[in-house]
């Protein structure tokens, strides 16, 4: 079947534009099924996992994304150059550029995902949700397309309060603010158009409607160039702060199966009527009363696509470069089963303590957790350098068990073996959030983390231990010191006390 | 060696004694601790429980961090104490925050002037890295005696943004 600048044939060399751990999962498969790889790497990358696992690998350029991940001739010229006749973006970068999807039919290259058309209408989020209403997918209640800045202003009260000014190239998180009295709407449409210009060149925003005590809902799409498109089940993605992502499992508490049913058909519907091909994910709010309404779609493999694979036992970064290969999709949704329950914590390095400020600087040790039900995804490694040129995520950690209370309890194990030292990072959020009532009893929904959850709310059992251990290290400190004073200090005076402590 | 810890507040008298024996609150504790060495982590077994923690110097004070939870930890020896209470209890600090850059990027936005009076978690600044907005707050309340930024600006990791006197230093 010819679908519209799409190739769908068969490839044997993959160059992957992208890094960090998302380049290792794409490697992973393309090296299970038999398929070169070509990596593409920038000056804070040379030795990164990505770099190093692959089959070729191609410098294109500084630090800076746009001189180098962003640089769809750099790539092109880099995938003729290595005899790479496909392309897999990962997610980020160019995943949902149309112009780069472009580039790679025109150069006559596999891209593995949906056709440009596909992504340009459900990239732009006011012609997603326009496109998907009409076939009868229902829709958060929002502004249309083409309004100005005056034009929204005085809609907003009919859009009704609270609301979002969302951006409309946008995603996760950025070029969003809430708005919850018309007094700020003004500053919070200027904030959000400044962000959503630095994060995708375009500063076009909207306002919806926001629905209060809401979760975030999204199903997990595949489908062929043959017309096939199947659900694979949904995830609950409702534990973020600041529209990011923290928290994510498969399935939800919140979803029976009858409602997962409808949900995929829902999903199945508006994926089709953009005719999309590869894998997707369609996003949903649903309110307290199970109502759910079509957010937006993300038309490339998605960051928490772990913990599907994990209850669904299918490979999806596999499926993804089989569909593009031009093969039907290897299972029909009646042979799409969840059984037992994952969970993925995303690992970022910021300081939960200090509000969450990014934290830069070199990786020291980086001990991963092991063990069974336990998977790791992560692109850093002791010597790595955290800059700001990317986003701040370390790694994914997911746990499968049996049951939710089994993930739970293995999550908690593994966050307590991983190790990472030299920057800051969140596990103490995820151990706590592991700890807390209301995750526990699956009652939460997307304000949670900003609004009711609290680091600190807890008597911290070990003050006894902390203080003997900042004596020990300021009776360390302060011996060292005097030692170092000393005139004429021997060697082995030094040595003895380094001896203790070894 | 006598040393006086403070957690939140709790105070612990500590005595380091001879190897492995320590006396805290007059309560003695055999102890073994090694710091790890490909890390910054230090193994602790108290009595014969084990634990891993992260100790870090952070400006005078101490940050340990053991199992998530983070725990701030003032320690003084006996001369710094003799020091203080010489002193008739004020405040060692001079009373000044320095607000530093936690890393680098661009001064979107400057919410506060010299001489204005800011209180605890007050906007100050807003600072565009890794592709977000941060806004930076007031720790504590006081007047604003130093902007040394303005909006557009670049900055460094530990670039001095907005200093901060405690209200009631003159």
Partial sequence: MDMPELHTRRFSKVLIANRGEIAMRILRACHELGLSTVAVYSDADRNAPHVRFADEAYHIGPAAARESYLAIEKIIETAHRSGADAIHPGYGFLAENAEFARACYEAGIVFVGPSPRAIEVMGDKLTARSTVSKVGVPVVPGTEPGMSDQDMMAEAPNVGFPLLVKASAGGGGKGMRPVYAIEDLADAIASAKREALAAFGDDTVYLERMITESRHIEIQLLADSYGNAISLGERECSLQRRHQKLIEEAPSVFIDETLRKKMGEVAVAAAEAVGYVNAGTIEFLMDRSKNFYFLEMNTRLQVEHPVTELVTGVDIVQEQLRIARGRRLSLAQEDVTMKGWAIECRVNAEDPYNNYMPSTGMITTSQLPTGPGVRVDTGVFPGFHITPFYDPMISKLICYGNTRAEAVLRMRRALEEYRITGVKTNIPFHQRMMESHRFLSGSFDTEFVENRFSLTDREPPHVLEAAILATLAYHEQSQRAAQIVRAGSRETSQWKWYGRTK | ?170
């Fill in chain 2, 1 to 170: 060696m006598k040393y006086y810890a403070r957690v939140d507040d709790q105070e612990f008298i500590i005595e380091i004694g001879h190897e492995n024996e320590i006396m805290v609150n007059d309560e003695l504790y055999k102890i073994d601790f090694q710091k790890m060495p490909d890390s910054g982590v230090t193994s602790l077994i108290i009595g014969n429980r084990s634990l891993e923690a992260v100790v870090e110097d952070k400006d005078g004070s101490w940050q340990v961090l053991i199992r998530g939870d983070l725990y701030d930890v003032e320690v003084e020896d006996e001369r710094a104490r003799r020091l203080a209470s010489a002193r008739g209890d004020l405040q060692v600090a001079d009373g000044e925050i320095v607000m530093r850059s936690p890393m680098p990027g661009i001064v979107i936005a400057v919410s506060v002037r010299k001489g204005q009076t800011i209180h605890k978690g007050d906007k100050l600044i807003i600072l565009e890295s890794m592709k977000m907005e941060n806004e930076l707050r007031a720790p504590r309340d006081g007047t604003v005696t130093q902007v040394s930024v303005e909006p557009g600006v670049s900055v460094e990791k530990d670039q001095i943004l907005v200093v901060i006197s405690d209200e009631h230093s003159p």
